[in-house]
């Protein structure tokens, strides 16, 4: 695994409030940046590097989905919620008999079952529905056969601890919390083909090497990749038939 520092290049401009240097070592160091500034802008020029937004935008490119595994599958009704959730399940006629006033509001973020709910409201147990408590989490590689280019994702159904989804069966509550999953975390690439690969942010930009391992895509760099992923994702067909038949 190679670290961030030699995974970044950087293409900072020179400064141009630095005087001229008097020593042969300052006169070598600038026409060492100068030479690096002018190998970087021939890289992103070069019809041959391939920009890694660009490939997470296209509809054409041939993603493949391999590895896709079920890390974690959580669904329970046990786990208790703040008071607020089960107010908030029930129905408007309810919400108007018993308003969100005097010891209720105190309540409000204390954690209890349906059943305690019931009992702070005063009504019967079967008025306050008890949710399915869904959490999903899993990995996939995400692989580009004809450029040999390969990213490792993780992806849940939420940031939440828990999702509570109100359905009729565990299986209906995890196909409900799965229709807004999305990635999170760290994004490993893998760069094993014959062209240079970049990735640009705003005014900066990155080279990803040519190596035969996975490398973390650092900072925000990650953050923009995860923003693209998301974007792209309903047009990457088999991403979602490959989670749902591990779900299954």
């Known amino acids: 695994m190679t670290t961030d520092a030699s995974f970044m290049a950087s293409n900072t401009p020179l400064d141009p409030s630095r005087t001229p240097a008097d020593t042969s070592l300052e006169t070598v ?51 208790l ?16 008999l018993h308003p969100l006033t005097g010891n209720l509001l105190k309540q409000f973020q204390t954690p209890m079952s349906a059943q305690q709910a019931a009992q702070l409201l005063g009504l019967e147990a079967a008025l306050v529905p008890t949710p399915w408590m869904v959490k999903v989490t899993g990995t996939l590689v995400m692989f580009c056969e ?16 828990y999702d509570p989804v109100y359905t009729t069966t565990a299986e209906k509550a995890v196909e409900a919390s799965m229709q807004d999953w999305n990635f999170y975390g760290d994004i490993f690439v893998l760069n094993k083909g014959n062209k240079p690969l970049v990735m640009t942010l705003d005014h900066d930009w990155i080279e990803i090497p040519q190596l035969a391992e996975y490398q973390l895509l650092p900072g925000e760099y990650g953050l923009a990749a995860l923003a693209l992923l998301e974007e792209s994702k309903s047009h990457i067909t088999n991403l979602e038939d490959a989670i749902n038949q591990r779900l299954i």
């Open 146 to 161: 004809r450029l040999q280019i390969a990213l490792r994702l993780k992806f849940t159904n939420t940031a939440k601890d």
């Open 81 to 96: 919620l703040p008071f607020i959730y089960h107010y908030d399940a029930l129905s408007d006629e309810l919400k108007q």
């Open 29 to 79: 160091s600038t026409a060492d940046n100068a030479l690096q500034a002018s190998a970087a802008n021939s890289l992103l020029a070069s019809p041959n590097t391939l920009m890694l937004n660009d490939l997470l935008n296209d509809k054409d490119t041939p993603w493949q989905v391999h590895n896709c595994k079920i890390i974690d599958k959580s669904v329970t009704q046990e786990q």
